[in-house]
């Protein structure tokens, strides 16, 4: 199994662009989530779905849009790139809203917009 | 509000030394909590967990932690360090169906 696939590992935007982080996952996980990561900040949620078509806001939602149609895959919109968007974001998965099993993450995108 | 706090930014510790590193939280229910383990550039790795039962749980790579409900405190633990533990550690907690939320991360640095 290939656990939490996240795509691409690098990608440099100029401020204005819009791009798509992909994440998907092969366990048939119903929650996936995404957060981003930044010095002295830890991880911040910043969306996340408890199923296919089910989606809600966590900590930090402004400028990202997400959908999940499908129970594989969870992908993360920036609409309108700006600096502040410069983070590593990663993508997380897990059986249920239970959090008993803990999250399997993704190796992570690292985001750079100029 | 539910939160996870981690006093320490950076801690340094001898090869071969004990490690404990501070993860507090507060919430009113009974709180999952985890710790995760981040090596550069890579995701995070799961380290060890606890919902209930045991207080003291043991995880991977010869870590465990001691949840503590008088002090709300859930202390990573390791009684002799290797080169190879440097890294961030990161705490995290949940609640009934609460999100999880984590702390800011403990860096880890092992001198000789």
């Known amino acids: 199994n290939a656990g939490v696939t996240q795509t691409p590992k690098f990608q440099v935007l100029k401020t204005g662009q819009s791009m798509t982080l992909q994440c998907a996952q092969d366990?048939?996980?119903?929650?996936m989530s995404w957060y981003r990561q930044d010095p002295g900040m830890g991880l911040r949620l910043i969306h996340y779905?408890?199923?296919?078509?089910?989606?809600d806001q966590g900590e930090v939602p402004n400028g990202y849009n997400v959908s999940r149609s499908t129970t594989e895959d969870f992908p993360l919109r920036l609409l309108s790139a700006a600096p502040s968007q410069t983070s590593v974001y990663f993508c997380?998965?897990?059986?249920?809203?239970?959090?008993?099993?803990?999250?399997?993450f993704g190796s992570g995108t690292r985001l750079t917009v100029v | 509000a539910q939160s996870v706090t981690q006093p320490d930014i950076h801690i340094t510790v001898s090869e071969g030394a004990s490690l404990e590193l501070r993860c507090n939280y507060s919430?009113?229910?009974?709180?999952?909590l985890f710790w995760y383990v981040q090596s550069p550039g890579q995701g995070l790795q799961l380290l060890l967990k606890?919902?209930?039962?045991?207080?003291l749980v043991q995880g991977i790579k010869g870590f465990e932690a001691e949840f503590k409900r008088s002090q709300s405190s859930f202390n990573l633990r390791k009684p002799s360090v290797h080169w190879s533990d440097a890294a961030e550690y990161f705490c995290?907690?949940?609640?009934?169906?609460?999100?999880?939320?984590f702390g800011k991360g403990t860096m880890l640095l092992v001198s000789p």
């Open positions: 997380a998965s897990s059986y249920t809203t239970s959090w008993n099993y803990g999250y399997t």
């Open positions: 366990m048939n996980h119903e929650y």
């Open positions: 779905s408890v199923g296919a078509g089910i989606t």
């Open positions: 919430y009113g229910a009974t709180p999952y």
């Open positions: 606890y919902f209930s039962g045991d207080t």
């Open positions: 995290a907690g949940g609640s009934g169906y609460s999100t999880l939320t």
